[in-house]
């Protein structure tokens, strides 16, 4: 049986909209474009100016009953790096090379709370690279931690004004359905896993997955990828 599937790293990138009072704002974690600036390899630029998060809280699109203790577990691992790099989604046509490949995102022992890095923009331009340093986005996780995680109802929602650019912006999401299951076995060095991660063929075009020898398959299974 032939299985038609779109052959990308994450489940969440599909473009976000959300209502702001000000403008209407446009996350991506995986939306190709034109930039004009080229940003040669592992470019630390000088800091941007100092800038503070916004948060907005959005439980429809964010979700809400988050765990406090989950999230917060996932914010204190996050980098705290004071330098500052590149991010960008790979294979976007570009043909820049970033520091931080996306779609980019942590999640909870549980799988239930998601912080995803997205790329901001308007309706009408996308950005495709963002600056900022591991610190800006670890303080911007936890400013939607404060605002919206920590309320009453416990929903998500990103926050952006991050890195002087502002092209980046950190969402905390509930993860109901995070589909993973762990095995009982010993697991390789996570370094060794993200730069599998990072060589496996991702695409926007959605691929046919099948047997050996059935009409139409375009992606043999099962498909093994080694570090």
């Known amino acids: 049986m032939l299985v038609p599937i779109l052959f990308l790293l994450s489940a969440l990138a599909s473009a976000l909209v959300i209502n702001d009072e000000h403008a209407i704002e446009k996350l991506s974690p995986a939306l190709p474009g034109a930039d004009a600036a080229l940003i040669l390899p592992n470019d630390t630029t000088a ?30 691992s996050l980098p705290n790096s004071a330098v500052t790099v590149t991010f960008g989604v790979r294979y976007d046509g570009t043909g820049h090379v970033y520091d931080r490949i996306m779609p980019l995102r942590w999640l909870s022992s549980d799988g239930t709370c998601d912080i995803q890095l997205y790329l901001t923009g308007t309706t009408t331009a996308q950005a495709t690279i963002a600056h900022a340093s591991g610190r800006m986005i670890k303080a911007a996780a936890q400013s939607v931690l404060d605002r919206c995680v920590a309320s009453r109802s416990r929903m998500g929602g990103v926050a952006s004004n991050i890195g002087g650019d502002n092209n980046l912006a950190v969402g905390v999401k509930l993860s109901r359905h995070p589909g993973v299951r762990c095995l009982h076995s010993s697991a390789p060095p996570m370094r060794a896993v993200g730069e599998l991660v990072n060589v496996i063929p991702a695409s926007l075009i959605p691929q046919v997955f099948g047997l050996e020898g059935d009409a139409g398959t375009q992606t043999v299974l099962p498909a093994v990828f080694n570090s």
Do not use: H, K
Not at 48 to 57: A, E, I
Not at 59 to 70: P, V, Y
């Open 47 to 76: 800091s941007p100016p100092l800038t503070f998060p916004r948060p907005r809280c959005n439980s429809a699109q964010f979700g809400r009953g988050l765990n406090l203790e989950d999230c917060q577990t996932v914010v204190s």
